[in-house]
């Protein structure tokens, strides 16, 4: 009977321990279920509050407070600043926060005669916009017409007449050419390297370059008279042996219709001018 009683509560013992008959959950489930159920919690306050800044945003920035109701244009050049302000275009209903800067930005960017754009906020009702305009500093000649470009090759807008105080860049390449387009950065290169020779050459006077061919590249004196200096090696040494040519053909009384330096260990070769006055033979000068 002892030893009866004794394995009964051996028993009992044994399954009180393995917990498999209680039901009842043990010490650190109950923790873990407290803790999974004050994260949830936790999670849905977040979420409420997070609901509720969205929902605050969104009425502020649809509010009529901050309603976009008018566009500043701020230029220098006041064509510009009318082309600018044209293309500002706002949606109705925008306010300071839905208003899209960046897109204003590109739409007026684009224009040819924009060089820099600034879109600012203003409170409570404005936009600001300043203007940086592109300067004319050369006229592209061709078949078609004249274009005015800034320092970079951007052309600017079409002219009627070739104006007298731009230098000129020519040639039957630049055909078709009109604004918003881009002159080759290497053609543009070459042009100014011509024309930065030239100042320091006042026999040449406000010459014109043509680079419609960048292997033979051609210049043309105030005159008219064409300098054939053809590859761009030795520019200067080329463009000082034109002048010198023109110098010492002005001195007689002579003028040339061409003066060819693309070899200037030969010399200067030219030809006359057809027009009585100028009578001589080619030769070299």
């Known amino acids: 009977m002892r030893k009866a009683r004794h394995t009964q509560q051996e028993r009992s013992r044994t399954m009180n321990t ?40 969104c009425g502020v920035a649809s509010s009529p407070w901050l309603r976009v109701e008018q566009v500043v244009v701020r230029c ?31 739409e007026i960017g684009a224009c040819p005669r924009v060089k ?36 970079a090759g951007v052309c600017i807008r079409r002219v009627r007449a ?17 604004p918003g387009d881009t002159v080759s950065r290497a053609r543009m290169a070459l042009a100014w390297q011509c024309l930065e020779w ?13 680079i419609s061919a960048p292997q033979r590249v051609c210049v043309y004196s105030g005159d008219g008279t064409k300098g054939i200096i053809g590859r761009p090696t030795d520019l200067g040494r080329k463009l000082a042996c034109f002048a010198a040519a ?23 070769l030219w030809r006359p001018a057809l027009h009585p006055q100028a009578l001589p033979s080619s030769g070299e000068a």
């Open 162 to 178: 070739r104006p007298t105080d731009l230098p000129v860049v020519r040639g039957p390449g630049l055909d078709g050419i009109g």
């Open 18 to 57: 393995s917990g498999g008959d209680s039901g009842l959950p043990r010490n650190g489930e109950r923790r873990d279920a407290a803790a999974r159920t004050r994260r949830a919690m936790g999670c849905a306050a977040k979420l409420s509050v997070a609901a509720s800044l969205v929902g605050l945003a």
């Open 246 to 268: 023109l110098e010492h053909l002005r001195e007689r009384g002579w003028r040339a219709q061409y003066v060819d330096v693309q070899d200037i260990r030969v010399g200067a």
């Open 76 to 106: 220098s050049d006041l064509d510009v600043a009318q082309e600018a302000a044209a293309a500002a275009r706002v949606k109705p209903g925008a306010t300071l926060v839905t208003a899209p800067l960046w897109r204003l930005s590109r």
């Open 116 to 151: 820099r754009v600034t879109v600012r906020r203003r409170w409570q009702h404005a936009l600001d916009v300043d203007v940086v305009p592109r300067e004319p500093a050369v006229a592209v000649v061709g078949e078609s017409g004249c274009v005015l470009a800034d320092e």
């Open 198 to 210: 030239a100042e320091r050459l006042p026999a040449l006077g406000r010459i014109s370059v043509d």
